[in-house]
T-cell receptor
């Protein structure tokens, strides 16, 4: 089925460990996004990629890095995980940014202990 | 600085009745608004949208109303069904930062 695929679905990390969250879309969308969802906070943008080869910081980029590997794939890396990064992470894509509805992946629930 | 606010964390409605979910915004530059629906263990899915040049947009059981002077929008679901039970997010594209601003969400429970 067409859409946005995120892996893994669940992950538990120890403080200081690193990991990469993977995201791939098969809709030929130009723009891709990483959000985190925390209770009472809605979704907050971490990083985005308006097109292949470009990445920009969002509202809460500290502690994260991203790579737009190609048009399909956009990965999010935590170099040294902290308990404050415990959250649910969503990847999203859209053909054009702004007014058009995003297609979201099913999320990665990350716990940092 | 939450530019999109959903002040009701939860709402419970009887099946067949109307559900009204509210959203307020502070940025007068927002020119488009969207509602997303989210089930547990799934990502949000786009539900309905409205341009700031309109005051109403309808799609089946779902209607969104926009009151620009009050910086307020609402989502009406009529009649409500148990399958509508989900978290609903209000959102608006922020042209200046290339970001989509989301509210905190309202958890709707529709009781049979």
């Amino acid at each position: 089925n067409a859409g946005v695929t995120q892996t893994p679905k669940f992950q538990v990390l120890k403080t200081g460990q690193s990991m990469t969250l993977q995201c791939a879309q098969d809709m030929n969308h130009n723009s891709m996004y990483w959000y985190r969802q925390d209770p009472g906070m809605g979704l907050r943008l971490i990083y985005y990629s308006a097109s292949e080869g470009t990445t920009d910081k969002g509202e809460v980029p500290n502690g994260y890095n991203v790579s737009r590997l190609n048009k399909r794939e956009f990965s999010l890396r935590l170099e040294s995980a902290a308990p404050s990064q415990t959250s649910v992470y969503f990847c999203a894509s859209t053909e054009r940014g702004g007014s058009y509805g995003y297609t979201f992946g099913s999320g990665t629930r990350l716990t940092v202990v | 600085d939450q530019q999109v606010k959903q002040n009701s964390p939860s709402l419970s409605v009887q099946e067949g009745r109307i559900s009204i979910l509210n959203c307020d915004y502070t940025n007068s530059m927002f020119d488009y608004f969207l509602w997303y629906k989210k089930y547990p263990a799934e990502g949000p899915t786009f539900l309905i949208s409205i341009s700031s040049i309109k005051d109403k947009n309808e799609d089946g059981r779902f209607t969104v109303f926009l009151n620009k002077s009050a910086k307020h929008l609402s989502l009406h679901i009529v009649p409500s069904q148990p399958g509508d039970s989900a978290v609903y997010f209000c959102a608006a594209p922020d042209r200046g930062s290339n970001d989509m601003r989301f509210g905190a969400g309202t958890r709707l429970t529709v009781k049979p």
